[in-house]
């Protein structure tokens, strides 16, 4: 459905709080800050889940699951890992982080 980490990202992308989204949802605050701290797939109940994602998409945001293409045009992000599983940080940016083979070169 959707994770924790999508929640506060699409937030972060339209530039809301959680009292923001709250209303676009017409849930409470308390029950977003619930979703929110959640660890990983936010767990509930699924007519709260369907108003979240009805209230991110219908703001612009295309929540893309796991190993799924993007169907949308224009900006966005995207949590990258590497087929070892290893976190997004062992893979450097292709524009601004210099890779290890780099290093050894200078």
Known sequence: MITSQQMRASRALLGIDQRQLA???GLSLPTIQRMEASDG??????D???????AL????????????????????VRLRETVDGEGANAVGSLLFDKTKSDVETE
């Open 41 to 46: 797939q936010v767990r509930g109940v699924v």
């Open 48 to 54: 709260t889940l369907v108003k979240v994602i009805g």
């Open 23 to 25: 209303e676009l949802a």
């Open 57 to 76: 998409e219908n703001s612009g945001i295309e929540l893309i699951g796991e190993n799924a293409p993007s169907i949308g045009i224009g900006r966005g």
